[in-house]
């Protein structure tokens, strides 16, 4: 679900942000930013773009499906007031 080289990425360019007389403790905090965005990221309730798209796809079936019962309705409804 969540992106490892992403995380990676992101801690990368935290550590290039660190002036160069800080750089012996980069490591080190490139490990923890590491773990601490690793964390908040998996407390997010977030989907994959997979998922994202799996539902997007069902949610356009159950629309269409909605207006074709919609319009067979209102054809119903048509026909029954001819009726009456």
């Known amino acids: 679900m969540i992106n ?10 935290i550590t290039e942000s660190i002036p160069p007389g800080v750089k012996n403790v980069a490591t ?3 490990s923890k930013t590491k773990e ?3 964390r ?5 309730d977030v989907v ?18 909605l207006e074709a019962l919609e ?5 119903l409804e048509d026909a029954l007031k001819e009726q009456s």
């Open 36 to 38: 601490v965005l690793q």
């Open 48 to 65: 994959t773009r997979e998922e994202f798209d799996v539902q997007t796809q069902v949610l356009a079936k159950t629309r269409a499906k």
């Open 4 to 13: 490892p080289k992403k995380i990676e990425e992101i801690a990368k360019q």
């Open 40 to 44: 908040k990221l998996a407390q997010l």
């Open 28 to 30: 080190d905090l490139e």
């Open 71 to 75: 319009a067979k309705l209102a054809e």
